[in-house]
């Protein structure tokens, strides 16, 4: 039975700069089985499922174009079948998709920890982003003697450096 | 002069020497395993203090040795020296390092926001979970100082106090 860290309740948000306003603002972080590790929302207005099953969509829709992108690479030499999975550490060519109302980014490590960042549809390229998330991470999480790899994240220090750089981000 | 090691190589080994020690070896047994990893510690320091006072002449005084354990041998291990130094003249010396280098990542999990009275002894419960082992990840470097001490000719006891994360004081108490 898998629980899910993270905060659903919405925090009080600064005042928002031009182009966030009634916009997603969300992130999820996976590990490479499919447990969210955290799942943190500044700013969301919308929820249509519950957690659970929010989590799930989101991994598989994310697994399911990854590997889509890969097979569809006209560069790439070598494919395998459509269908067949891809090995955590093979690199991620899927970068980022956008709508009318969102704009959605995504990071994969070799390790496969997903990083997922849910933002406006203004928003610019956020790869750098993403890289100081992932550094974040490995500097409050995988170096914190007390955590165990594959639970949940629940780390204070990890929660407010990370709040901070998002809200100076928007 | 000599090979480089990453840091993250040495702070990974630490931490899992002392959760290999406090969850595997001696499960349950916390006092054991404390003492394990302290007389681990104590090794270390002996070896360690060789090494740094290589060039020195003998130390004058105890005060002396204490004062290169808190500017010298810290600043080799740490990168920095110990913030404060208070003694009380009778043999206790209490070393204050208010961002102590294998603490900084350490983080306790936040307690829930919503809860109640009737909840209290689980939240307490798990607080003191998390400070129990934080502080058996102090048992290292407690016996790290109690080597180089007593490789410089003074036999001590030292114990550790983090009352205020992530700073941590050790106290170095002489028997008489």
Redesign the interface.
């Known amino acids: 039975m898998q629980f899910f860290g993270g905060s659903d ?1 919405i925090s009080p948000s600064p005042p928002i700069p031009t182009g966030l306003a009634n916009n997603g603002n969300m992130m999820y972080v996976f590990n490479r089985n499919g447990i969210c590790l955290i799942y943190k929302e500044w700013n969301r207005s919308l929820r249509t499922l519950s957690s659970q099953q929010d989590h799930k969509l989101m991994f598989g829709l994310l697994f399911s174009l990854k590997s889509f992108t890969t097979k569809m690479d006209p560069s790439n030499v070598e494919k395998g079948n459509l269908g067949v999975p891809q090995l955590p550490g093979q690199g991620c060519s899927f970068h980022s998709f956008r709508t009318n109302t969102y704009k959605l980014s995504f990071m994969e490590s070799p390790s496969g920890i997903k990083i997922i960042l849910v933002t406006s549809p203004k928003a610019g390229d956020l790869r750098e982003s993403l890289k100081y998330i992932y550094n974040l991470y490995v ?2 999480v995988v ?4 955590y165990t790899p594959g639970t949940p994240i ?6 407010t450096n990370l709040d901070q750089y998002v809200k100076n981000l928007a | 002069m000599g090979k480089e090691v990453s840091e ?1 190589c040495v ?2 080994m630490i ?1 899992e020497m ?2 290999a020690y406090s969850n595997r070896f001696y499960a349950n047994k916390a006092e054991l395993a404390a003492r394990r990893i302290e007389a681990i510690g104590y090794q270390v320091g002996l070896q360690l203090s060789e090494r740094y006072t290589m060039e020195r002449p003998r130390f004058s005084d105890h005060l002396e040795a204490i004062k290169f354990i808190c500017k010298d041998f810290w600043s080799e291990l740490f990168k920095k020296q110990i913030d404060n130094l208070k003694t009380n003249h009778k043999g206790t010396f209490v070393l204050q390092d208010k961002r102590f280098r294998w603490l900084t ?6 307690t829930p ?1 919503n809860a109640d009275l009737s909840q209290d002894p689980s939240v307490s419960a798990v607080e003191n979970k ?1 400070t129990q ?2 502080s058996m ?1 102090l048992y290292f470097p407690c016996g790290i100082i109690r080597g180089a001490l007593s490789n410089l000719g003074i036999p001590c006891a030292v114990s550790a106090d983090i009352s205020e994360f992530p700073a941590c004081k050790l106290l170095d108490t002489k028997p008489l």
């Open positions: 309740t500097e409050y170096k914190n003697p007390l629940r780390s204070e220090l990890f929660n | 993250s702070d990974s931490i002392v959760s990542r350490m983080s306790i999990e936040p926001a998390a082992s934080a990840h």
